[in-house]
């Protein structure tokens, strides 16, 4: 482990001051980055703390939608009444991940920016990892593949984007609220996460220094239904192989319109366009479903030890979209 120094941030123009030194990085509920500054994965010369921050508010919006601060707890979100009522399924993917004590420390922000578990990064032992070490190669192309990615991978890099929460907020079009040095501005969800392409290294769209300070939620669809579906090899404390977030506007059994993200699957947040052009009109019916299932992984390219992801992944979403609809 590295040595580093610690400064805790009164308000966050001296967290940002603090942050656009070289080398820095914010702590949120630590439950990700220390893990990989104890594993020399990563090694920030100065950790800014910022949980005195005043950005743990979750707020509704003037316009009906919802303001979730990036210091909000995941467990607090997941539990406010607002969320429950109105964005359940991000309630559920909360849930969904990590362990209760875990989600008491785990912040928005901290979620948001999760690094991947594709063992060839965490595990400094393996020489290869374009992300890790930019141009040393790609360990798991080869190697182990069974966890990775079928979808938005390149020649550089397989691995998956961990997070449950990042499949709801794609889903609701979430929009992610940032503060750095040149000011504010508001990055989409799906502009927020990078595909590796020839920058593995870049997780995110997050500039050097700046700071996540809030998500906001559209207002929710009147009468939405909605699922979140995890799969994974143990029933609790497991990050998915395949996880599908949908949400449902319908007109009896015939479905008006949809929104469909998947996770465990993909190397970011991943909405299936493809699947939710072809579902409003269909019934839901397991055929009519698996038939637009099919198309969220029209461009999958599975690796040689996950192929099981592809049909994985197109079950978690007719399973989503039939419980949902209260027809499973
Ligand atoms: C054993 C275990 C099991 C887990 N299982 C799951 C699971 O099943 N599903 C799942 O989704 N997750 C799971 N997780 C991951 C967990 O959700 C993340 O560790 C957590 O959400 C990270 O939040 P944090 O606040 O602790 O982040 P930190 O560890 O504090 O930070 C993570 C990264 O975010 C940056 N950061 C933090 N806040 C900000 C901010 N406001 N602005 C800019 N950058 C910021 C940090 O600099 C760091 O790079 C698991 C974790 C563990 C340890």
New binding site residues.
């Given amino acids: 482990m590295h040595a580093f120094t610690y400064t805790r941030a009164a308000d966050v123009g001296g967290a940002l001051q603090a942050g656009a030194a070289q080398g820095s990085?914010?702590?949120?509920?630590?439950?990700?980055?220390?893990?990989l500054i104890k594993g020399d994965v990563?090694q920030p010369l100065r950790l800014v703390d910022?949980n005195r921050l005043p950005?743990a508010q979750i707020r509704e919006l003037p316009g009906g939608g919802l303001s979730i601060g990036?210091?909000a707890r995941?467990s607090d979100t997941a539990n406010h009444a607002l969320v429950r009522q109105r964005y359940p399924v991000l309630s559920e993917a909360l849930l969904?991940?990590?362990?209760p004590q875990?989600r008491n420390?785990?912040?928005i922000?901290?979620?948001l920016?999760?690094?991947t578990r594709c063992p060839y990064f965490t595990d400094v032992g393996f020489a290869m990892c374009n992300k890790r070490n930019p141009g040393s190669g790609c360990g798991a192309l080869q190697g182990r593949n069974r966890m990775h990615a079928v979808l938005g991978g390149s020649e550089q890099c397989v691995a998956v984007n961990?997070?449950?929460?990042n499949v709801a907020l794609a889903a609701l079009d979430a929009t992610v609220l940032l503060r750095g040095p040149q000011g504010e501005r508001r990055v989409a969800l799906a502009e927020f996460h990078r595909v590796p392409g020839n920058s593995p290294e870049l997780d995110t769209n997050?500039l050097p220094g700046?700071?996540?300070?809030a998500v906001e939620l559209p207002p929710a669809w009147p009468n939405a239904r909605s699922r979140y579906i995890k799969v994974r090899d143990r029933a609790s404390?497991?990050?998915?192989l395949a996880s599908a977030a949908v949400l449902l506007d319908l007109d009896g059994q015939t479905i008006r319109a949809a929104r469909v993200a998947l996770g465990g699957v993909a190397t970011k947040p991943w909405r299936a366009t493809a699947t939710e052009r072809a579902l409003p009109g269909r019934r839901l019916d397991e055929g009519s479903l698996r038939a637009a299932a099919a198309l969220a992984v029209r461009e999958a390219h599975p690796l040689r030890e996950n192929a099981f992801k592809v049909e994985l992944a197109q079950r978690a979403i007719v399973r989503a979209l039939r419980e949902a609809g209260g027809v499973a």
């Fill in positions: 990085a914010y702590l949120g509920g630590g439950t990700n980055l220390l893990d990563a910022i950005l990036a210091l995941n969904s991940g990590a362990s875990l420390m785990a912040t922000g901290g979620n920016m999760q690094r961990p997070s449950d929460m997050l700046e700071l996540i300070t404390y497991a990050f998915a």
